[in-house]
């Protein structure tokens, strides 16, 4: 799992969402089925889109704060 976007460059303005890598080898365990999102507390998905190896799904928390997770395999 990895931090990036404005978070992970420290320059975080109050409109900045939250942007996470997870690099796993069973993608559609994170693809097919978001309990591990609502486990978390991710709130409801708002957009699913494919930036080639990396997939990604953003979540909308109870906050309003937008969580980008982007899923991909390490290779």
Known sequence: M???GSCARNA???ES???IVVLT???P?????DAWA???GLGELI???SWGAITERC???ASGLEVEMGIGSPN
């Open 25 to 27: 080898t069973d993608e």
């Open 12 to 14: 975080t303005r109050p």
């Open 47 to 49: 957009r699913a889109q």
């Open 17 to 19: 969402d939250i942007d």
């Open 2 to 4: 990895l931090l990036v």
């Open 38 to 40: 609502m486990e978390l």
């Open 29 to 33: 365990r994170y693809l097919l089925d």
């Open 59 to 61: 979540y909308s928390t």
